[in-house]
Nanobody, 127 residues
Framework: QVQLVESGGGLVQAGGSLRLSCAAS????????MGWFRQRPGKEREFVAT????????YYSDSVKGRFTISRDNAKNTVYLQMNSLRPEDTAVYYC????????????????????WGQGTQVTVSS
C-alpha cells in the first residue's frame, strides 16, 4: 500500500520560496509518476508538476513553469517541489500523488482523480 507524507508548507511573503517534500513508501516506484497537485480556496484540485520515476522526465502546469522545480532523491524515495517567486495565487493545499503510468499521456498525468494521495500541506502566500 502506497503511503505518502508531505512536509514543508507554511506562510511566506510574495516573491519568497518554499520547498515541499513527499516521503513515499509501501512499494517500489518504477513505472510510477510522482507529482504534486494543489487545491486553491473554492477551486477544484489541479495539476502542478510531476516526475516519472523511471527516467526522471518532468512536466509542469503553465501556471508554475519557470518558477517551480520538481526533483527526487532515489535513495530516500522522496520527491521535492521547490517553489520560487511565489504569488498569492499559489496559496493552496498541496498534495503529493503517486500513480502508475503504463502509457504516458498528459491526461493520465494531470487527471486529479487518479492514484494515491498524501494528507496535504498548506501553503499560504501573503501579498
Amino acid at each position: 500500500q502506497v503511503q505518502l507524507v508531505e512536509s514543508g508548507g507554511g506562510l511566506v511573503q510574495a516573491g519568497g520560496s518554499l520547498r515541499l517534500s513527499c516521503a513515499a513508501s509501501g512499494r517500489t516506484f518504477d513505472g510510477y509518476a510522482m507529482g504534486w497537485f494543489r487545491q486553491r480556496p473554492g477551486k477544484e484540485r489541479e495539476f502542478v508538476a510531476t516526475l516519472l520515476w523511471s527516467g526522471g522526465s518532468t512536466y509542469y502546469s503553465d501556471s508554475v513553469k519557470g518558477r517551480f522545480t520538481i526533483s527526487r532523491d532515489n535513495a530516500k524515495n522522496t520527491v521535492y517541489l521547490q517553489m520560487n517567486s511565489l504569488r498569492p495565487e499559489d496559496t493552496a493545499v498541496y498534495y503529493c500523488n503517486a500513480r502508475l503510468v503504463i502509457m504516458i499521456s498528459m491526461e493520465r498525468l494531470q487527471n486529479p482523480d487518479l492514484g494515491s494521495w498524501g494528507q496535504g500541506t498548506q501553503v499560504t502566500v501573503s501579498s
